[in-house]
């Protein structure tokens, strides 16, 4: 039988919180520790242009910059379906937007620890209707603390929300 406690104890726990405006990139220190092993991220997006939203991990406030990503997008709307392989790229590539609102929930797992970190993330954009897929990894063995988002071209606004997962 599980108990009121035992459900409390494996919740998530909010971690941080990040509103910004007009920016070319945001970044999050500190956000991934031993505390947890696997973290959720929530995002909501607007790009100032049409843009590919992009993400990088991030070790003591540096930026990964090596070609170790990789992901894979699939992309379904009601006039059209595309998938896009991203192989050995600087950074996880999310959508390619027209300047619409941008819904993300990730899954990231083990960014803190020595091991590959790989996740997959789901999302929406806009009133399209356009219903994104995307799985990723990053084949270094590096801890990573935080991670930055930037868009390939202008700005971006929104709100970025950090979540650990407890055992």
């Known amino acids: ?30 956000v991934f520790s ?4 696997n973290y959720k991220i929530v995002l909501e997006i607007t790009t100032s242009t049409v843009a590919q939203s992009l993400m990088q991990l991030k070790v003591s406030g540096t930026d990964a910059t090596g070609a170790n990503y990789s992901s894979k997008a699939n992309n379904l709307s009601s006039t059209f379906g595309n998938t896009n392989d991203y192989v050995n790229t600087t950074s996880w590539a999310f959508y ?3 300047t619409a609102d941008i819904y993300r929930e990730m899954f990231l797992a083990r960014p803190n ?8 993330a789901f999302g929406s954009v806009g009133t399209s209707g356009t219903i994104t897929e995307n799985g990723f990894s990053h084949n270094l063995t590096t ?11 202008g700005t971006i606004s ?3 929300k950090v979540y650990g997962y407890r055992d």
């Open 1 to 30: 039988m599980t108990r009121a406690r035992d459900v409390a104890d494996s919740a998530l726990v909010h971690i941080a919180t990040e509103d910004f405006s007009a920016v070319s990139t945001v970044s999050l220190n500190n």
């Open 143 to 153: 801890a990573y603390d935080g991670f930055k988002l930037f868009p390939n071209t």
């Open 158 to 160: 929104g709100v970025v």
């Open 34 to 37: 031993s505390a947890y092993d």
């Open 113 to 120: 620890t020595t091991k590959t970190t790989y996740g997959h």
């Open 96 to 98: 390619a937007s027209t």
